[in-house]
DNA sequence: CGTCCATTTGAGGTGGATCAACCCTAGTGG
DNA sequence: CCACTAGGGTTGATCCACCTCAAATGGACG
C-alpha cells in the first residue's frame, strides 16, 4: 500500500479550495469563520480513516462539507460507545480544552474544512460574539449527551432504534428518504446494543409496514407516528 | 401542612448571607461572581424538593454550598436516567440556552447559592474570561456526560459501580472514608441498573474485601487498585 | 461469475430485571 | 429505656430481553 498516507492522522488527500455547502444547512461554522477573517482548509478522509485520536491534542476544529463521521471511546478490551454521527454540516472536535475526548473517524469518504482551534480561541477573546457561539456549540453537544444518556441508560432495543431512525430522518432525509452511510454495527454502538438486535428491530419495522427499505441502507419511514409513540 | 412551601420550586428556607464553602474547593463559581459585582444569594432547599422542573426557563445558575442534589430526565412511564450528582462546590443548572434540559432535586437538605443566568449572560459580554468560564464549566459538563454515555452504553453492572465508587471517592471522600448521600435507587438510575443489582453489586465486593461498610451509605475503599481493573 | 462483506435470521445462553421475603436501623412514642 | 414502625437495604428465586454463536442470504464490485 505504498499510496497509502504514512500517518493515519495525516489526511489522504488536501484541498486548500472553500466550497460551499451542498445545502442550506444552517451554518454555525461559517458564523464564527466568517468574523475575524479566519483561514478555513479543506481535508479528505477515506472511509474508515482516523481524522483524531482519543487524547489527542487538539489542535483543529472540524466542520463536515460531505460524508458522514463518528466520534467514539473505547474500553481497553475494544467494547466501543459512539457518541455522535457527524452529519454535512455539522461541526465537531470543538473542545474548550485542549485535548480530544474523544476520536473521530471518517464512516464514508469525507471532506471537512476545518481551521485552528487556537485561532477560534483568540477570535472569541477579541469577538464576543464569536465567544458566545462557541459556548453554544459545546452547549448543543451537551443536550444531545444528555438526551443520549437517557437512551443508553433507560430505554429498551425497539425505543432506541426508533429514537435513532426519528433522529436521522430529521438530520438526512430529503424526499422523505435516507441514506444511512453507517453500517449496522455503528448504528449498534451507537445506541448500546448489538448489530443483531438493531437489524431485527429494523426487520420488525419492516415487517409492521412502519418503514420501507430499497437496500439495506436505504429507507423511508412510512409512520412516524408509530414511531415518536414507542420512542416513549 | 400549612407550614409547607405553596410551590415546590418555591424554596423552603430563604437566606440572604453569603456563607464560605466548608472546604478548599477549587471554587469555579466565586471566580465567576467574584467579577462584576454580581449578586449571590443563599436558598435551601428539604430532602427531594425539586429546586426546578424538566423545560422550565432557566432563571438562576446554582451551586451547591452544603448538601447534594440530582439532576435527571424521566420518560413517560416515570423511568429515570439520573445525569449528574451535584457535591458541595459543584455548579448546576447552567444553561446556554433558556431553559433546563433536567430537573434537579435535593437528595437530602440542601442549602445553595444562586445568580440570575441572564446576569452572568450580560457579564460574559463584558468580560471574556467570564465568558471563557461559563464555556469552560459546560464543556466539563459535556466531558462528564460523555465518559458517563459509555458507562451506560457498554460496562457491565459490575464496572458501572466500581466506575461509581471511584468517582464518589475522588469528589466526596475525607480521610478514606466517603458518606453517600444518595438512597440505592438514585445510585441505579445513575448507572442504568436497579437498586437490587446496585446492591448485589456492593455486597460482592465487600464480600471480596475490596471495601468496608459501617452504615450502608457509609464506605470505605480498601482496593482502589481493584476497582480501577474492573473499571476496564 | 465469483468473492467479500454487510445484513438477516435462527437457536440457545445469560446478565441483569422482576417479584418477593426478610432484615436492619433510625426515628417515634409510650 | 425499650417496643413499635416505616423506609431503606439485602438476599433469594425466577424470568426474559438482549447477547452470543452460527449459518444462510444478499448486494456491490472486480
Redesign the interface.
Known amino acids: 500500500m505504498l499510496t497509502q498516507s504514512l500517518s493515519p492522522s495525516v489526511p489522504s488527500v488536501i484541498g486548500k479550495k472553500i466550497s460551499p455547502l451542498p445545502h442550506p444547512v444552517p451554518d454555525q461554522f461559517g458564523a464564527v469563520t466568517g468574523h475575524a477573517g479566519l483561514v478555513a482548509t479543506e481535508f479528505s478522509y477515506r472511509k474508515d480513516e482516523e481524522i483524531y485520536g482519543e487524547d489527542e491534542p487538539a489542535e483543529y476544529v472540524y466542520q463536515v462539507i460531505s460524508g458522514a463521521v463518528r466520534s467514539y ?1 473505547l ?3 475494544g ?3 459512539i ?1 455522535a454521527f457527524h452529519l454535512p454540516g455539522d461541526v465537531f472536535g470543538l ?3 485542549t485535548i480530544h ?2 476520536a473521530a473517524e471518517a464512516i464514508i469518504d469525507t471532506t471537512v474544512r476545518l481551521v485552528k482551534r487556537r485561532s477560534l480561541e483568540q477570535a ?2 477579541i469577538d ?1 460574539q464569536v ?2 457561539k ?3 456549540m ?6 444531545h ?6 437512551l ?4 429498551t432495543a425497539m425505543e432506541r432504534v426508533a429514537t435513532f431512525l426519528l433522529e436521522m430522518d430529521r438530520r438526512l432525509a430529503v424526499t422523505g428518504m435516507m441514506a444511512l452511510p453507517m453500517c449496522r454495527r455503528d448504528i449498534g ?1 451507537y ?2 446494543l448489538t448489530l443483531e438486535t438493531v437489524s431485527r428491530a429494523l426487520s420488525q419495522l419492516h415487517a409492521q409496514g412502519v418503514l420501507g427499505f430499497s437496500g439495506a441502507r436505504q429507507i423511508v419511514l412510512r409512520n412516524r407516528q408509530c414511531l415518536r409513540n414507542m420512542d ?1
Open positions: 471511546k474500553l481497553s478490551d467494547r466501543r460507545q457518541g473542545e474548550s480544552g475526548r474523544l472569541a477573546g464576543v465567544a458566545r462557541l459556548w453554544a459545546t452547549a448543543g453537544d451537551l443536550r449527551a444528555e438526551d443520549h444518556m437517557l443508553l441508560g433507560r430505554k454502538d445506541l448500546g416513549a
